[in-house]
């Protein structure tokens, strides 16, 4: 059964006017919020600013945290590694890659131990690959192979890629630790079809976001952008994908940050259901 959770921070006030960013202030208080409107599932989010003071990063936080999700009965699906987006390994030489590369499998650590088997890196906007940095980015992700393993954490990459270059791209990483993350509203603001991306590389599909995006715009309330919905998910379910979906939608406007998502689930509970 496919499991729909939430990313952080999208069920508080947004944070310096951002649509995603970790609620540092309130991330309790969310998943307060989460257990009172019976929402089991949570994709975590790790940014640069301020690292050490997200919960994931520190066995004390880790401890924490933990206890947290167990006395709110949530269980959290992925983390977006949205730090990596901030500061690209694979550009600023050799100081930023080391130092990525440490913090990276800092967090990698801290997801085995709060058991959450999934971390998303961002392939797109700040940190969208060229092809001189291709093989710098796939050593990058090559060198977490051991803590990968030693924490039985697996990553899915969500990439700005045409299909087929994904493809090329993600068949040379092992496929038992990195796989896939598709962004059903990225992919319709950059034009591609779904139906030609999962000819090209569905058996990798790890994750799958949910938004909605016009095209070549920004994100906008589910049914009110590009995205073929109906269709995407009548191929997700023809496919037979059993993996889980994190809804990255958009942000209410008045406010009312937790009855949006509750409506935004029961639209994609509907769709599994046709």
Same mark, same amino acid.
């Given at each position: ?6 990313? /952080?921070?999208? !069920? ?28 089991? #599932? ?17 066995? !004390?936080? /880790?401890? #924490?945290? /933990?206890?947290?999700? =167990? ?31 440490? =913090? ?6 801290? !997801?085995?131990? @709060? ?9 797109? *906007?700040?940190?969208?690959?060229? *092809? ?15 803590? =990968? ?7 899915? @990459? +969500? ?22 993350? #598709? ?6 603001? =950059? ?5 030609? +991306?999962?000819?090209?590389?569905? *058996? ?36 037979? #994908?059993?993996? &889980? ?13 937790? +009855? ?8 994609? &509970?509907?769709?599994? &259901?046709?």
């Amino acid at each position: 059964m496919n499991r729909i959770g939430f990313v /952080q921070g999208r !069920l508080v006030d947004l944070v310096n006017g951002k649509i995603q960013a970790f609620p540092r202030a309130e991330w309790e208080i969310e998943l307060d919020k989460a257990f009172e409107n019976s929402i089991q #599932y949570i994709e975590l989010t790790v940014d640069l600013k301020s690292i050490w003071e997200n919960p994931i990063a520190s066995p !004390l936080g /880790q401890n #924490y945290l /933990q206890k947290k999700l =167990l006395a709110t009965n949530i269980k959290p699906l992925a983390c977006t590694a949205d730090f990596i987006m901030q500061s690209p390994p694979w550009v600023g030489g050799e100081h930023n890659y080391n130092y990525m590369k440490f =913090l990276t499998k800092e967090i990698i650590n801290g !997801l085995g131990n @709060i058991n959450c088997k999934l971390i998303v890196i961002p392939f797109v *906007d700040e940190s969208s690959l060229r *092809d001189e940095n291709e093989q710098k980015a796939i050593d990058f992700l090559l060198s977490l192979t051991n803590v =990968l393993k030693n924490k039985n954490v697996r990553v899915a @990459i +969500e990439s700005d890629y045409k299909p087929d270059k994904l493809k090329f791209f993600i068949e040379k990483l092992p496929c038992e630790l990195f796989g896939i993350n #598709y962004d059903i509203g990225n992919s319709a603001s =950059l034009g591609y079809k779904h139906k030609e +991306e999962f000819k090209a590389y569905f *058996d990798r599909i790890f994750h799958i976001h949910v938004k909605d995006r016009v095209l070549n715009g920004s994100t906008v309330p589910l049914g009110e952008g590009n995205a073929d919905l109906p269709g995407c998910f009548k191929t997700i379910k023809d496919y037979g #994908y059993i993996g &889980d979906f994190s809804m990255q939608t958009s942000r209410d406007n008045s406010g009312k940050h937790v +009855e949006a998502m509750l409506r935004y689930i029961k639209i994609i &509970d509907e769709l599994l &259901d046709k």
